[in-house]
């Protein structure tokens, strides 16, 4: 009797144990839409402290215009990147991505899901990766807090790897009656477009690779051609743009605008410049992205912009009446039109991932390298400005903006491509256009500057940083307080080709280009 009741209760002991609304098997379609909001940072805290406080200042997109933030100075507070970097990516992203991969040997028909979710991963990954440097990545998201470090050179080969197997197994299954779809507005990004992605996962292969082209000629060209003749093709269009879908209207949508009646920010010197000086012209960007400053009207509308990293003391030769805050156009055109301040918020473009308009400067500074498969240098620069143009005024009432001015803007100044003779000069134009066709996308813009030199920033006024020289630019971030204090890993003097951790520290990529 004994052996048959310990049999029994034996035989139905996992049964028993099981919550019988507890969910045993997930849908991972559910869980892209978390990773997409938390890999771009969609929360306006998490914007605000990631974004804003840190690589949009450092990208020079905008400068500090409290006395109560010196950000713009290379300080560093451990909270705000953590909450808006390290936990967005780690809690956000990677976890979530892992637990997939364990969800898949059990159920391939999740196939197409997967690979979007992989893409979308690689994207986050070589972010965050380009932020702090060697980072933890094979052992991290698995609960263990001293989780080893990977070097970022092999985190780029993962990427790699990531996004060149998504985009075959994508192309392969496109049609696959066997895989299970994506319902409405789980896909937040293409709206579960599988050819779209297919694009992005190559255009993004193409930008990476073009990141190592100082680092590693060989593996960026040989990564960058197989990129450029991938089946399924590059973002061919402004239709193919990839940014995440925003569910909140008026203040509630995009982060930037939440926090920009704040008035904490505003253009950077370095922003108002480049608009204005650049061509013979005013971008014709400027009032999509600004509004003119409080002291002049939109009849005879100014934009003016503030030094980066000015002491508190300093901001005072700078009134707020003579900024130009984030009232552009796109967000409220009332006060680029009427000087109605009280206007309603209409932005409903998506938070940018990549864009057309980026990958013909991809193309253009391939070509300059002469990989196969780029095409005309010249023609895709003026193609990307152009879809820039066309991109950023998409939403807006035509009467509002004027074209007229594109040609000009194209071919005169420091625009017109051939005021360039040398490869370098090219160079230089591609990448200002490229930072001007990113914003405010300030994670790629500042890697892009750390990358090439280009554009011509300012240095910043004040450096509160105590390892970084003054005048010399901030070259990464340095591993959160709880990181260093949980994870002895990252006190690891080996890290970093051995530089170790610290903000004057280059990442792996970064061969000094700028100093």
């Known amino acids: 009797m004994m052996v048959v009741l310990t049999v029994s ?28 909001e938390q890999g771009s940072r969609m929360g306006s805290w998490e914007y605000q402290v990631g974004d804003n406080l840190h690589t949009n200042l450092y990208a020079q997109y905008f400068a500090n215009s409290a006395a109560y933030f010196n950000s713009g100075s290379y300080t560093y507070n451990s909270a705000w990147v953590t909450d808006g970097f390290w936990n967005s990516y780690y809690v956000g992203v990677l976890k979530q991505k892992k637990a997939v991969d364990e969800m898949m040997a059990s159920h391939p028909e999740y196939g197409n899901i997967y690979q979007v979710i992989r893409i979308f991963t690689a994207r986050c990954t070589a972010q965050t990766t380009d932020i702090f440097g060697d980072i933890p990545y094979t052992e991290a998201a698995l609960g263990n807090s001293n989780a080893k470090y990977d070097s970022q ?41 599988l050819s779209k992605w297919v694009k992005l996962a190559n255009s993004l292969r193409l930008r990476y690779a073009l990141r190592l082209s100082y680092v590693d000629p060989a593996k960026a060209k040989a990564e960058g051609e197989a990129a450029l003749k991938a089946q399924g093709g590059l973002l ?31 253009m950077s010197k370095t922003m108002e410049n480049m608009l204005k000086h650049t061509s013979t012209v005013l971008d014709p960007r400027t009032a999509l992205w600004f509004g ?72 253009a500074e391939a070509a300059l390298h002469g990989w196969a498969g780029a095409g005309d240098a010249k023609a895709a620069y003026e193609a990307g400005i152009q879809a820039s143009f066309d991109a950023e005024r998409e939403g807006v009432d035509k009467s509002y903006y004027s074209t007229a001015n594109d040609q000009t803007y194209k071919t ?34 500042w890697s892009e500057f750390r990358r090439t030199g280009y554009p011509a920033l300012m240095p910043v006024a004040v450096t509160l940083e105590t390892t970084l020289p003054a005048g010399q630019f901030i070259k990464k971030l340095r591993y959160t307080d709880d990181e260093l204090r949980e994870n002895s890993n990252a006190s690891d003097k080996a890290l970093n080709s051995g530089k170790g951790d610290g903000m004057s520290v280059r990442v792996w990529w970064d061969t000094g280009r700028v100093h």
């Open 292 to 363: 003119h400053t409080k002291k002049s009207k939109a009849a005879s509308p100014q934009y003016a912009g503030v030094p980066n990293g000015l002491a508190s003391e300093a901001l005072a030769a700078y009134p707020d009446d003579s900024r130009s805050y984030v009232w552009g156009l796109q967000a409220m055109p009332g006060w680029n039109t009427n000087d109605n301040s009280e206007s309603t918020f209409c932005i409903s473009k998506r938070m940018k991932i990549m864009d057309y308009s980026e990958v013909c400067f991809l193309r």
């Open 9 to 36: 209760c034996t035989d139905d002991f996992d049964n028993m144990n099981k919550d019988p609304m507890g969910i045993t098997d997930g849908d991972p379609a559910y869980m892209l839409p978390y990773i997409e």
């Open 236 to 266: 061919g269009a402004n239709a193919d743009n990839a940014g995440v879908y925003i569910s909140g209207t008026g203040a509630n949508g995009w982060p930037l605008f939440q926090i920009s009646g704040w008035g904490e920010f505003c």
């Open 412 to 445: 005169t100044g420091s625009v017109k491509w051939e005021s360039q003779s040398s490869e370098e000069g090219h160079l230089g134009q591609i990448i200002t256009q490229k930072w001007l066709a990113l914003y405010p996308d300030g994670v790629e813009a």
């Open 153 to 193: 050179q092999s985190i780029y080969n993962d990427i790699f790897k990531e996004l060149t197997e998504a985009s075959e197994e994508l192309s392969a299954h496109l049609t696959d009656a066997m895989m299970v779809g994506f319902k409405n507005n789980q896909d937040l990004i293409y709206n579960g477009d």
